[in-house]
């Protein structure tokens, strides 16, 4: 049995949207994301595993042990908030040796493990400041120290970077995998930023309006976004509406357009209209030789991203964006322009739904 | 978590007791008036009696007149330092917390050994007590005064609607009259129904001052010797204070909690 | 004109357009002075003469006999019984005050309660005065309604055993009346500043509900707790009304005592009078910038 089991889970709110038959099961020492926009129950559904709500039904099954009607203050886990949440009375040392202090520790185990939490985080020098004098990042390691001194079963992390400045978030969520691989302990983090779950997760799982909508690695979410709601989450993707002309070479028909996908069509019919998405990066300008999924665009806008140029191209009714990478060779199209551009039959994904 | 929701209940009901009983005993005593039975008579007497009338109409005139010279002397100060000098900012503020350090009974004591005689004798006319009087009441009401227009000008950004205004060419009366004043036009109305809920009822400066022209000297003359009257008017001095209060919560200006603090009628 | 162009430089980072600057250099002053001048008049030189009269003799000498003279056993019993009744009513007020304010802050109450004892808290905190002490003698005083009604359906004889609605005790259930909506009225923003994070962030970590208020929840409104009741005291210091009309001038209070002295000189020495108004200003002062310097710590706290 897995090492965190949350088994049918549904909290049914009287007038929000709560969490549906929520199933999932974790691996000790696995990072786990919880992705979605505000209000999709990923925060509900972390909370649930915390104890601060109780499911409508489902159990909670931690180790083997069924936790769902445990108070919060014994099941062992710990957590990290999005506002920190530092007590704002005590120092930093005196925060993080709080758990330990509940827990009854003799003193000089508590100024041990406070001084190596310190260590862990890199602020040896602020045990003795106090929450308000530290910098919000400096604030979120050390709730973190203090969620990780009482050796929880599982960290929980709910939206812990979304106060921070962006260069702090980048360097800080690199900082809380990098500790999570050290201690090898069970995480579960939950964000609206797609690039943070992509960037720091071994699997993510995307929610929306209470439901998974899919669980998978970084790598099978981006490329393999299984509905409409993930490939449109996840990244920017374009997305049309297709015809099916013939299920079993899997080509379709983009207002007149032939495409081809290398995805699994068997199960539609000629003439069944069905949506696909293409990332941005995986069109390109045609190169010698291409024949497959070549079609027209009509530039629009160019848009400069740094890395990246993005250009926007109306393509019969629809409109679709091209990434491409910002080389010094790159030699740009005028707006106006017609470009014929291409992508492979890879990169034409059906959607499910 | 049930037994939190019983304590909670137990202290609001105790607290709605002892709110209420005095309420209750004042208002049943008014309507007993009449020997055996209820009526409202305690009311009618108060009414007819022409002292009670005049004095609430004389604290009435009194309170319009120190709303009117405390904005007076606190809108455009507030205002010219929050325009040109910010840094004067908290010796003004300062200034208008300090009536707090002041009890009304030492501040009468003061105003009335400055002002009966030397350079200037206020306390041998009426003209003179009327006017030690609202001059008294509008320092008492300073901190209202000045949080309310403070905290009204740093809703509209002052200093950006001048400068708005002045882009656009208006003249300083023009600034001032349509846009500065309009725009704290809640803040000012919540600042004048607390400095009436202060003035109507004050005892203390009223009653060294003008003595029994003010209606709380009244309400304290009538009590020492005709309960029913005295009884009906502690009725409708208790809604007076309600309905200002009540206006002050419909303008708006939230924080006239914080503003009520240690002063009042007491 | 060198004094307004000195503001302009150091008055902050905002520039100032031009057309500001170019404006009559003495106009902010011109503006400012009514202010100045009446702060100046009605409330700096009273506190002054008082303060002066307090050191002189009634030739007008320099003297500390008056501050001796408010050492002496009488005036000292006054400040005594004020202080006493201001403490007692603050930390009734207080602990009563901070329970109800939690109730109506913490919910499982209907908000329509909420906010209509809240509109009565700022009722009943500026019901003071005459009003406030005759409503409390019909419902306490000998004849008093609850009085009766305790006696005669209960079997209670309140003053017989004791009771005297004219009294210390007395005067403290009156003043309780506004001093409990007073506290709840200013210590509700700081219970509604704590953070349900905190209780969270404590239980997450083991913590029992009585553990996070022994821990965090109340040393973390201590500053403010103690702020409030501070300035209840204050509060309380300063009144005169209710205590004159409750008990007629017979309790021996400092406001009382000034009252008197203002009638009709009951010190037999003027001077001694002003000393003893001076008195309540310097205690009155110490308690007001207690009540800040709690307030700042708290407002630390509480907006992080």
């Known amino acids: 049995m897995s090492f965190l089991v949350l088994e049918d889970i549904s909290k049914v709110f009287p007038t929000a949207v709560g969490v549906e038959k929520f199933d999932l099961s974790v691996e000790r020492g696995e990072f786990i994301s919880f992705l979605g926009p505000s209000g999709c129950g990923k925060t509900t559904t972390l909370r649930m595993v915390a104890g601060f709500e109780s499911p409508t039904t489902g159990r909670i099954i931690l180790n083997g042990e069924d936790i769902t009607d445990r108070p919060p203050n014994q099941r062992n886990v710990g957590m990290v908030f999005q506002s920190y949440a530092l007590f704002p009375n005590m120092t930093v040392a005196q925060n993080i040796g709080f758990g330990l202090k509940i827990r009854k520790e003799p003193e000089s185990a508590i100024k041990q493990r406070v001084a190596e939490m310190l260590a862990l985080i890199h602020l040896e020098q602020k045990g003795n400041s106090f929450p308000h004098q530290l910098s919000g990042g400096q604030q979120q390691r050390v709730a973190l120290a203090r969620a990780l001194a009482i050796r929880p079963q599982v960290l929980l992390l709910d939206e812990p970077l979304s106060a921070l400045d962006a260069k702090i978030r980048v360097s800080l969520r690199a900082e809380i995998r990098a500790i999570q691989r050290q201690l090898g302990i069970t995480a579960i983090y939950v964000t609206h930023d797609q690039e943070e779950a992509l960037s720091i997760s071994d699997r993510i799982v995307v929610m929306h309006e209470g439901k998974i909508e899919q669980v998978g690695t970084p790598f099978e979410i981006y490329n393999f976004p299984t509905t409409r709601f993930v490939a449109n989450f996840v990244g920017s993707l374009n997305t049309a509406e297709v015809e099916v002309m013939d299920p079993s070479a899997g080509i379709v028909a983009m207002n007149g357009i032939r495409l081809t996908s290398a995805s699994d069509l068997k199960e539609k019919r000629k003439g069944d209209k069905v949506m696909i998405a293409i990332r941005p990066e995986r069109i390109g300008f045609i190169a010698e030789g291409e024949k497959e999924n070549v079609f027209d665009g009509k530039v629009e806008n160019i848009t400069f991203l740094g890395s990246v140029v993005r250009i926007q191209l109306r393509v019969g009714g629809t409109v679709f964006n091209m990434d491409t990478f910002n080389r010094p060779s790159l030699q740009l199209p005028q707006t106006g322009d017609t470009v014929r551009v291409t992508c492979s039959s890879k990169a034409v994904l059906v959607l499910s739904e | 978590m049930k037994k939190n929701v019983f304590w909670n209940w137990f202290w609001i009901f105790i607290s709605l007791v002892y709110f209420f009983i005095p309420l209750y005993a004042t208002f049943n005593f008014s309507l007993k008036a009449r020997k055996g039975e209820l009526s409202l008579l305690a009311y009618q007497q108060m009414m007819e009696d022409p002292r009670i009338l005049r004095s609430l109409i004389f604290s009435t005139e009194i309170g319009l007149l120190t709303i009117l010279l405390g904005l007076l002397l606190m809108v455009p100060t507030v205002y010219l330092v929050r325009l040109k000098a910010p840094r004067l900012r908290p010796v003004i503020e300062f200034i208008s917390l300090l009536p707090f350090v002041i009890p009304a009974i030492v501040l009468v004591f003061g105003l009335i050994r400055t002002y009966s005689g030397g350079l200037l004798p206020l306390t041998n006319n009426y003209t003179g007590l009327n006017f030690l009087l609202i001059a008294g009441y509008v320092v008492i009401g300073l901190p209202y005064l000045y949080r309310s227009v403070d905290a009204g000008m740093s809703a509209i950004d002052v200093v950006t609607l001048t400068e708005a205004a002045q882009s656009l060419g208006a003249s300083w009366p023009t600034i001032m009259l349509r846009v500065i004043i309009p725009n704290l036009r809640s803040a000012m109305l919540g600042a004048a129904f607390l400095t009436l809920a202060i003035v109507l009822g004050e005892f203390t400066l009223a009653t060294f001052l003008v003595g029994l022209k003010a209606f709380g000297p009244v309400i304290w003359q009538v009590g020492q010797n005709r309960a029913y009257e005295a009884s009906a008017l502690v009725i409708v001095s208790f809604i007076i204070t309600w309905v200002l209060m009540g206006l002050i919560n419909f303008v708006g200006r939230r924080g006239a909690a914080d503003g009520s603090v240690a002063a009042g009628p007491r | ?304």
């Open chain 3, 1 to 304: 004109m060198s004094n307004n162009a000195r503001v302009v430089a150091s008055g902050g980072n905002r520039p100032k357009p031009p057309s500001i600057r170019k404006s009559p250099p003495s106009f902010a002053w011109l503006g400012v002075l009514p202010f100045l001048v009446f702060v100046v008049l009605f409330l700096f030189l009273p506190s002054l003469s008082l303060f002066v009269g307090g050191f002189q003799d009634a030739k007008g000498n320099f003297t500390l006999e008056n501050i001796r003279g408010l050492f002496t056993p009488f005036i000292l019993n006054a400040y005594w019984v004020t202080i006493k009744i201001s403490f007692t009513t603050a930390v009734m007020g207080g602990i009563v005050g901070f329970f109800l304010a939690y109730a109506l802050v913490a919910g499982g109450v209907p908000n329509w309660v909420r906010s209509s004892l809240m509109t009565f808290c700022g009722v009943a905190s500026n019901f003071a005065g005459v009003p406030l002490a005759q409503a409390f003698i019909f419902t306490l005083g000998r004849v008093g309604l609850l009085t009766v009604f305790l006696k005669e359906a209960l079997n209670i004889d309140l003053y017989g055993q004791g009771f005297n609605l004219y009294s210390f005790w007395g005067l403290s259930v009156t003043y309780l009346y506004f001093q409990l909506p007073l506290m709840v009225l200013i210590i509700t923003p700081p219970i509604e500043g704590l953070r349900r994070e905190w209780r969270e962030a404590a239980e997450n970590l083991g913590a029992t509900p009585s553990q996070y208020w022994w821990h965090i929840g109340i040393p973390v409104l201590m500053p403010s707790l103690l702020g409030s009741m501070i300035l209840l005291f204050g509060n309380a210091f300063g009144a005169y009304a209710t205590a004159l009309s409750l008990t007629g001038g017979l309790i021996n209070l400092v406001t009382i005592l000034i009252g008197s002295q203002i009638k009709g000189d009951v010190l037999h020495n003027p001077n001694l009078g002003y000393a003893l108004a001076f008195g309540m200003v310097v205690v009155m002062a110490v308690i007001m910038s207690i009540y800040y310097a709690l307030r700042r710590r708290s407002e630390y706290w509480l907006k992080q």
